[in-house]
């Protein structure tokens, strides 16, 4: 399979800090798989995740050490442009990202950096408007929006500019439940359509381990863990003490099977359904024991 | 932004575009025209009081910008948020007039009870007044029927560069932003109970200085977030796009100049220039021509203003 992007030794440190935010990261992004990132705050996800889209080296100063390849080209060497067409970003704070006046300028506006005629414009225009939903919104400020609206709009800009890679910063953090609700929506579309790698830095692990194909844990500018969702909680206390709290169910599988009531070898459910299953067999085995 | 409003009844008002400085409907009559043809009415309303001494010409462009707003649909009710500035640009002008007036030994004097006023510059700055409402009245006209969008349009078409057209409109939006944060800022002030009244004129100079602090520090990371949102869109300052095309201008394929359009613009633009040549070759708008001036100075005995 091929890889999305290819870190290799990476290391950065910020102007005017002593520590390096990224410590010694060496990772592989196969192409169209789901990547969640997890951690607490600080731990530098959104360092990792602005190494891979080029915002570091380009756009911060620091010192940089190691390789970020995207589809095999070093982000050092790639201009702006040349990254912007394979890697969008999605940033937490969606008014962070607002370059135009209307939500529909704002939508065309990278469609009209990379260069694409107006049918092929309009073309993705729909196309993204027609995923997140925000076809009656084309005509107001990207200011006189509900918070929700905002990041489906964000997601949009995206989306319609097609990059073969996705980035999100915790698309979900500044939105109410329905509109968390709303854009992991967005992502299962995306992660089913499968011809596009999606990056998620999210806290919401609830709702992103059932999504992601690897769950990836940040801890002190470091990887700290890369697993699929299924057994990435193995090691349950020392994810917590990291700050990162797992899904109720798994929380209850766990103590399910350290308290001998489901067999060792049981993988951890992630989601609510799996959890019914798992305990309905836990049920039905203490039943036939007895 | 497009909006109802709810009426008083319960009614549903018709849908409301957000322009610079207001609302207006949907509907309005402005809309039907190209937002070239706006801007050239802005620049006619803006310009031409330039040309005029005459304080009737420039008071009824004044009454003809109000009408225009009338016709607009623009709610008239929101000029009375100018009348603080137009109420203190005239004690100023006046004030300034009365107290410095000059010494001119060619000016009339005016004696009323304790205190002499000369009637030259008093009516100078009375024209002069005029002059600035009729263009303050064309710029509120522009920027209470457009958005900033209809703005740069206009900038485009008449093939402003990308790059000027798009700092213009990074600087209207700049200036939102920077009230935006003042208010937030002065409300996270009142929610930590400062009272403002209670504070000394000089405190509150202080206050205003301290504000400098928190809006620049925001205005730096807004920058610095719109220089990452920029690199992250793929935009360059060289103009440059990708796959070695010219860039595509998609927002101005949704505007089209109509016969009417063409219309108002030439007879805009007959009138701009037969104002430019009256004045500047027949001096036709000057104050001696003011049937206002003519009269006062019959009235004093001056016989014909010169």
């Not at chain 2, 309005?28 to 025209?33: G, L, V």
């Not at chain 2, 929101?78 to 005239?90: D, E, K, S």
């Not at chain 2, 400062?194 to 520090?217: C, E, I, N, R, T």
Request: net charge negative; aromatic share 12%; with cysteine.
């Amino acid at each position: 399979m091929t890889n999305a992007v290819v870190i290799k030794d990476l290391e950065w440190k910020y102007e005017h800090t002593t520590q390096f935010a990224l410590r010694g990261i060496n990772l592989e992004i196969p192409e169209n798989t789901f990547l969640g990132i997890v951690g607490a705050n600080e731990q530098g996800k959104t360092t990792l995740i602005n190494s891979i889209c080029g915002l570091i080296p380009h756009s911060f100063n620091g010192v940089y050490r190691g390789s970020v390849e995207i589809y095999g080209s070093p982000v050092l060497k790639m201009s702006g442009l040349e990254i912007a067409t394979q890697v969008g970003l999605v940033f937490a704070d969606p008014e962070a990202q607002f370059t135009a006046m209307t939500v529909e300028e704002e939508l065309v506006f990278g469609l009209e950096n990379t260069g694409y005629d107006l049918g092929k414009i309009k073309e993705r225009l729909d196309w993204a408007v027609g995923v997140t939903m925000i076809g009656d919104l084309l005509d107001k400020s990207p200011y006189d929006i509900s918070g929700g609206q905002k990041q489906r709009m964000a997601i949009a800009c995206v989306l319609a500019m097609n990059p073969p890679i996705i980035i999100m910063d915790e698309p979900t953090s500044m939105i109410d439940p329905l509109g968390k609700q709303f854009i992991f929506d967005i992502l299962r579309k995306l992660k089913d359509a499968g011809d596009r790698t999606i990056i998620v830095v999210e806290h919401n692990i609830e709702q992103l381990a059932p999504l992601a194909d690897q769950l990836l844990l940040m801890q002190d500018g470091q990887i700290a863990r890369m697993a699929p969702p299924a057994h990435f909680f193995d090691d349950l206390p020392n994810i917590v003490g990291s700050g990162v709290y797992p899904p109720e169910v798994t929380s209850f599988a766990y103590w399910l099977k350290q308290s001998g009531y489901v067999p060792p070898e049981q993988v951890l459910p992630n989601r609510f359904d799996e959890g019914v299953t798992l305990m309905q067999d836990a049920l039905r085995n203490a039943r036939d024991n007895r | 932004m497009a909006t109802s409003a709810e009426a008083p009844g319960g009614v549903r008002a018709a849908k409301l575009r957000k322009t610079l400085l207001g609302y207006v409907p949907i509907e309005s009559p402005f809309y039907r025209y190209h937002p070239v043809t706006r801007l050239i009415m802005f620049v006619f309303f803006g310009v031409v009081p330039i040309f005029i001494d005459m304080p009737e010409i420039n008071f009824a462009l004044v009454v003809c910008t109000i009408l225009l707003l009338v016709w607009g649909q623009a709610d008239l009710k929101r000029l009375r948020i100018y009348m603080p500035m137009i109420v203190t640009i005239a004690i100023f002008m006046f004030l300034v007039v009365i107290l410095a007036p000059g010494n001119d030994p060619t000016f009339t004097p005016i004696h009323i009870g304790p205190l002499t006023i000369y009637y030259q510059p008093v009516y100078f700055t009375f024209a002069s007044y005029w002059r600035l409402m009729a263009m303050l009245f064309g710029t509120i006209l522009y920027f209470s029927t457009n958005r900033e969008r209809d703005m740069l349009v206009a900038l485009r078409s008449l093939k402003l560069p990308f790059l000027a057209s798009y700092v213009v409109g990074f600087s209207i939006r700049a200036a939102g932003m920077f009230m935006e944060d003042f208010n937030t800022i002065r409300e996270a002030e009142q929610a930590r109970g400062l009272d403002k009244s209670a504070l000394k004129l000089g405190d509150q100079v202080k206050l205003y200085v301290m504000y400098l602090v928190p809006l620049f520090s925001i205005a730096l990371r807004r920058a610095d977030e719109i220089s990452h949102a920029l690199f992250a869109r793929g935009y360059n300052f060289t103009g440059r796009v990708g796959h070695g095309n010219k860039r595509s201008d998609y927002i101005l394929t949704q505007y089209t100049m109509t016969g009417m359009d063409w219309l108002v613009i030439a007879v805009l633009m007959t009138l701009f220039v037969g104002a430019a040549v009256a004045e500047y070759g027949f001096g036709a708008f000057r104050l001696p021509h003011s049937p206002i001036n003519i009269l006062l100075h019959h009235l004093l005995g001056l016989g014909w203003p010169s």
